[in-house]
């Protein structure tokens, strides 16, 4: 009959007649098993998450084409004597033009409504102009900034309010984690586009 050992007193006596006996034991070839162990030098949590990183290509792909934006998004604008806002009805709805490709149909600036002649014969355009004279190579790295900012921030207003919606839920636990996760499955089941109108609608 198995017998319940609630204290120190209770173990002491269930032991106090035991014996224990050389079957009991079974020795283990300690030698043999170090034989085949490693040292593995320890790491830190950043140098981990390189690693898994740099053996995954597509991460490193994506990784350089987001650098790669960025980078343009910042510098191009600088670099350029246009301004993104800047309005000139002489230069209106030009071709693309672009230095060292002049030779090739698609960059020589032939085609727009506004041809690069006489004023204009140094004036280079890359993405040609709008119908108000606005340079869009300017336009279009200003609108990816504009746009990876926003992303930027979206991702890191999302990953605030979930660590702290996850973290009151799983603080206090019970009825008040049950229905925060109702809620927000409730939230998930609907879709992201349905949202998305409604808002702009009224904002």
């Not at 300690?30 to 490693?38: G, K, N, Q």
Request: one cysteine or more.
């Amino acid at each position: 009959m198995a017998k319940v050992v609630k204290t120190k007193e209770d173990l002491d006596n269930l032991l106090e007649d035991y014996h224990f006996m050389p079957q009991d034991y079974e020795l283990i070839d300690i030698p043999t098993r170090f034989e085949f162990d490693e040292d593995i030098p320890a790491s830190s949590f950043m140098h981990d998450v390189w690693v898994r990183f740099r053996s995954n290509k597509g991460a490193i792909i994506g990784g350089c084409v987001i650098v790669f934006f960025i980078i343009v998004s910042i510098i191009a604008p600088m670099c350029s004597q246009y301004s993104f806002d800047a309005v000139d009805t002489a230069q209106q709805s030009m071709a693309p033009r672009i230095p060292g490709l002049t030779w090739m149909s698609w960059f020589n600036g032939e085609g727009g409504i506004r041809t690069y002649t006489g004023d204009l014969a140094n004036t280079y355009h890359f993405f040609g102009t709008d119908v108000l004279g606005r340079d869009l190579w300017v336009r279009c790295w200003e609108g990816c900034r504009i746009s990876l900012f926003v992303a930027g921030t979206a991702v890191l207003v999302n990953v605030f309010i979930g660590i702290l919606y996850g973290m009151i839920s799983g603080y206090f636990g019970g009825w008040v984690d049950a229905i925060m996760q109702r809620f927000q499955e409730i939230v998930n089941s609907i879709p992201t586009l349905v949202i998305l109108t409604l808002l702009l609608l009224v904002m």
